[in-house]
């Protein structure tokens, strides 16, 4: 047998669906990625306490004031910080992207700059509620 490192996998499947909205409303995450599909939606990634994944339904919205992304579950994730970008919990949220989303981009960067730059006064649009800077095309 060889001394030398081994390579690690991982398999990574549907345990369980996140409980129903009413039951945790919000959830407030530190470590997490942006993805984008091939059909141009955007949903979180993020690594909840010791390490289950969960990947979002479509982002509905985000409201700068609070840091909070509203997605079209009505659930509300509210950003500790910027998009994780080192570590094993990185390398674990690569590795899922990659196997259950292969056509996916990681847009984590690019948001997390929308965020920062974005106007801090809104004006009402069409489709834009006041309390948030921007409303993310929802596609149906």
Do not use: K
Not at 24 to 46: D, F, K
Not at 73 to 87: A, D, I, K, N, V
Not at 96 to 112: I, N
């Amino acid at each position: 047998m060889s001394s030398g490192a081994r390579p690690v996998g991982a398999i990574f499947f549907h345990e369980r669906d996140a409980p129903a909205v009413s039951d945790q409303p919000l959830v407030r995450i530190g470590t997490w990625r942006m993805i984008q599909s091939a059909r141009l939606t955007r949903h979180l990634l993020m690594v909840l306490g010791s390490g289950p994944l969960r990947l979002t339904s479509p982002v509905a919205r985000v409201a700068l004031a609070t840091m909070r992304v509203t997605t079209q579950s009505g659930r509300e994730y509210e950003l500790q910080g910027p998009p994780h970008t080192e570590g094993l919990s990185f390398e674990m949220m690569n590795a899922y992207t990659s196997a259950a989303l292969p056509d996916a981009l990681d847009v984590s960067e690019l948001f997390w700059s929308e965020l920062q730059f974005a106007p801090q006064q809104v004006t009402e649009a069409e489709g834009a509620s006041p309390q948030c800077a921007f409303n993310l095309q929802v596609n149906s």
